[in-house]
């Protein structure tokens, strides 16, 4: 999943802009841009260079990429699928698999049921109810 440029983004976002008004937006961008790797140039003052989907966003359309979530809190209305913050280090890395015990027989080989695609995950907690 490679991050899109403007022409790729825009034909996909949503008419109508993803935030009721400037405090909405500014919370929003607060706890997410102004922290991601993908806006750093923007902070630079290299404004060509910045986040084509801030640059969708205040253009009153809402990026696909950026996916509704329930319920509403100040700030924390949506999730970036291309957010990554500053300090994650160089780059996404592929996840390991976790290696076999030492001296474990295995039952079966590992290999045909292990995937080479990341799945996006959201890690916030989540409650769940319980039906008796």
């Not at 957010?83 to 474990?104: H, K, L, S, T, V």
């Not at 995937?115 to 039906?131: G, I, K, N, S």
């Amino acid at each position: 999943m490679t991050f899109p440029t403007y022409e790729e983004a825009e034909p996909r976002a949503v008419e109508g802009s993803p935030f009721s008004n400037c405090a909405d937006g500014e919370a929003w961008m607060d706890n997410n841009c102004r922290r991601c790797v993908h806006d750093a140039p923007t902070r630079r003052g290299e404004w060509d260079k910045g986040c084509p989907l801030v640059l969708i966003a205040l253009l009153g359309q809402t990026p696909a990429e950026w996916l509704r979530k329930d319920g509403y809190r100040l700030g924390d209305q949506y999730t970036c699928l291309y957010y990554r913050n500053e300090d994650d280090g160089p780059g996404p890395q592929e996840p390991a698999p976790i290696p076999d015990p030492p001296g474990q027989l295995t039952l079966c080989p590992r290999e045909p049921f292990e995937r080479p695609a990341r799945m996006f995950a959201d890690t916030l907690p989540q409650e769940v109810a319980v039906h008796a």
